[in-house]
Nanobody, 125 residues
Framework: QVQLVESGGGLVQAGDSLRLSCAASGRAFSSYVMAWFRQAPGKEREFVAYINWSGGSTYYADSVKGRFTISRDNVKKTAYLQMNSLKPEDTALYYC??????????????????WGQGTQVTVSS
């Protein structure tokens, strides 16, 4: 069993930066893949970023590529999402998620077994 707790969200202005954290419990964290998703009001949950168990493989949604960076620290059992050059359209509830492995559809919420409760990011213009 894995539990995830996100933190680091807040209210910022366009162009600012935030770093989200996702703290995991459970022994298997270091062997699991991690991902960040977000959901804005009235919209579907959408993929943001993915990282494999070692951190050697990452993928990003086109909308955040070049601005966001996903990373992980397996000793601290924590994943991170560094968000730079934030835009009002980045406003959403951000979730981290994990699974033992992800297939080619790593961008689908259905691939992930465990989810955090979410942390709100609001970007004002």
């Amino acid at each position: 069993q894995v539990q995830l707790v996100e933190s680091g969200g807040g209210l910022v202005q366009a162009g600012d930066s935030l770093r989200l954290s996702c703290a995991a419990s459970g022994r298997a964290f270091s062997s699991y893949v991690m991902a960040w998703f977000r959901q804005a009001p009235g919209k579907e949950r959408e993929f943001v970023a993915y990282i494999n168990w070692s951190g050697g493989s990452t993928y990003y949604a086109d909308s955040v590529k070049g601005r966001f960076t996903i990373s992980r620290d397996n000793v601290k059992k924590t994943a991170y999402l560094q968000m730079n050059s934030l835009k009002p359209e980045d406003t959403a509830l951000y979730y981290c998620a994990t699974a033992q492995y992800a297939r080619a559809t790593y961008y689908s919420p259905r691939e992930y077994s465990y989810w955090g409760q979410g942390t709100q990011v609001t970007v004002s213009s």
